[in-house]
Nanobody
Framework: QVQVVESGGGSVQPGGSLRLSCAVS????????IGWFRQAPGTEREREGV??????????DYIDSVKGRFAISRDSATNTVYLQMTDLKAEDTAAYFC??????????????????WGQGTQVTVSS
């Protein structure tokens, strides 16, 4: 019933921009935290938390390496969360995943605190 679908990935040059979308169906996001995570190609380590948002109070958080460059936002009318990515760097190359946490949970950049995951969208930054 619950579906999380990411889109918007692609290939860009360093300094470029992308906007990722996360469309959620099956439940309303009003009472959930939602996060963006990433995993570099060829790695099996735990996904790195990039950004999150608590949809009840609007609190957000970002990993240090993307602060000032990425911005998370929500469109409540379409139940969609966005990750605006600017000044992209080669080290941002990864598969990006959207995930939804448990009801009334706070914003946290910890993958194991999220329950429903999308399949990922690839972001490649290269010259």
């Amino acid at each position: 019933q619950v579906q999380v679908v990411e889109s918007g990935g692609g290939s860009v040059q360093p300094g470029g921009s992308l906007r990722l979308s996360c469309a959620v169906s099956g439940f309303n996001l009003d009472y959930y935290a939602i996060g963006w995570f990433r995993q570099a190609p060829g790695t099996e380590r735990e996904r790195e938390g990039v950004s999150c948002m608590n949809n009840e109070d609007g609190n957000t958080d970002y990993i240090d390496s993307v602060k000032g460059r990425f911005a998370i936002s929500r469109d409540s009318a379409t139940n969609t969360v966005y990750l605006q990515m600017t000044d992209l760097k080669a080290e941002d190359t990864a598969a990006y995943f959207c995930a939804v946490g448990l009801p009334f949970s706070p914003c946290a950049l910890i993958a194991k605190r999220y329950d429903a995951w999308g399949q990922g969208t690839q972001v490649t930054v290269s010259s």
